[in-house]
């Protein structure tokens, strides 16, 4: 999008690693960013993390440099919201800090203005209790790390939300290159951590009853059904694994005994010993590979696959 056309000015609260790629999209679209974060040295963390990103971007499309012409970081709460079409929060996931925080920003941003969360599982209906002006703006907004890179971002409206608000929310995050999904009733984690969640749990659970390695759990999702996921839902995938007689077929033949291995799914402990069992794991697993060149290897990848699938008009 032509940002100013769409969205003339965005604020950006916390500039972390969630709220710094907000940044980065916005700017990459040529949308002013104002931005606030209190934590000593913000500003510059916050430009070398827009340059260090930039380098997906481009291969995302964007030409040349970031224009951190656009980029304005204030020390000022309300300042940093006065003018802001969106208004995307990044705090601390604490409940009773993001209430007040949220409450705050209701006060002092433009009526018209989205406040938008990017809350991993707290409910917008928590975060707008404290809101005493426009309740009605406020919804969760969470996107997935990276966020410049992955285009998921789960919209989930709170008990005050509008509908319009949750439309014009939808429809900025398209614009900003966003493949946002509407979550129509709350619940803890929203949707894709549930998902992940669900995951998390038997792969934990597999390595504390010495089932697999944290390497095997980890080949067996990236070597099999990952490489699936990537390109279609698990619904879909299930379809076409149902060959002419699709997901009728798969729920017919492999829906009984799928139920006999959810009743055998365990729920782990997570202990200190499974949390150091967890760790070890994944550092045998690393060896010496660093954190900065897998991170950068795994965005080229996803860019690539995300070119790919553009490409393919056959997905959904």
Same mark, same amino acid.
């Given at each position: 999008m032509t940002? +100013?056309?769409?969205?003339?000015?965005?604020?950006? !609260?916390? +500039?972390?690693? !969630?709220?710094?790629?907000? %940044?980065v999209t916005l700017l990459a *679209?040529?949308?002013? %960013?104002?931005a606030y974060d209190p934590a000593a040295g913000a500003a510059e963390r916050l430009a070398a993390a827009v340059r260090?990103?930039?380098?997906?971007?481009?291969?995302?499309? #964007?030409?040349g440099e970031p224009d951190l012409g656009l980029l304005t970081v204030v020390d000022d709460l309300r300042a940093a919201v006065r003018d802001a079409d969106l208004v995307q929060e990044n705090g601390p996931e604490d409940e009773a800090l993001k209430r007040d925080l949220v409450a705050t920003?209701?006060?002092?941003?433009?009526?018209?203005? !989205? !406040?938008?969360?990017?809350?991993s599982g707290l409910p917008? +209906? =928590?975060?707008?209790?404290?809101?005493?002006? *426009?309740?009605?703006?406020?919804?969760?907004?969470?996107? #997935?790390?990276?966020v410049h890179?992955?285009?998921?971002? @789960?919209? %989930?409206?709170?008990?005050?939300?509008?509908?319009? =608000?949750v439309a014009r929310a939808m429809d900025v995050y398209t614009r900003l290159g966003k493949r946002p999904i509407h979550v129509r009733? @709350?619940?803890?984690? *929203?949707?894709?951590?549930?998902?992940?969640?669900?995951?998390?749990?038997e792969a934990y659970s597999l390595v504390e009853r010495g089932i697999a390695t944290v390497a095997d759990v980890d080949a067996a999702i990236t070597n099999g059904p990952g490489l699936r996921w990537s390109v279609l839902g698990p619904f879909v995938n299930q379809h076409l694994s149902g060959g002419a007689g699709g997901l009728a077929h798969t729920l017919a033949h492999l829906g009984p005994p799928m139920v006999r291995w959810w009743q055998d799914l365990a729920t782990p402990t997570l202990t200190a010993e499974l949390a150091a069992a967890l760790v070890e794991g994944v550092r045998a697993e690393l060896g010496d590979r660093a954190g900065? @060149?897998?991170a950068e290897a795994r965005d080229r990848l996803i860019v690539g696959l995300l070119a790919a699938k553009a490409h393919e008009d056959a997905l959904p």
């Open positions: 940002g +100013t056309a769409a969205l003339r000015s965005a604020a950006v !609260i916390g +500039t972390g690693v !969630i709220g710094a790629g907000w %940044v *679209h040529r949308v002013p %960013v104002t260090a990103s930039w380098p997906a971007m481009r291969l995302l499309g #964007f030409a920003l209701d006060a002092a941003a433009p009526a018209g203005a !989205i !406040i938008a969360s990017s809350s917008a +209906t =928590a975060l707008q209790a404290g809101c005493a002006h *426009h309740p009605q703006r406020v919804l969760v907004g969470h996107p #997935f790390h990276p890179v992955i285009p998921l971002v @789960e919209v %989930v409206g709170g008990d005050r939300t509008a509908p319009a =608000a009733h @709350e619940v803890p984690g *929203h949707v894709a951590n549930r998902l992940q969640a669900a995951l998390w749990r900065p @060149e897998l």
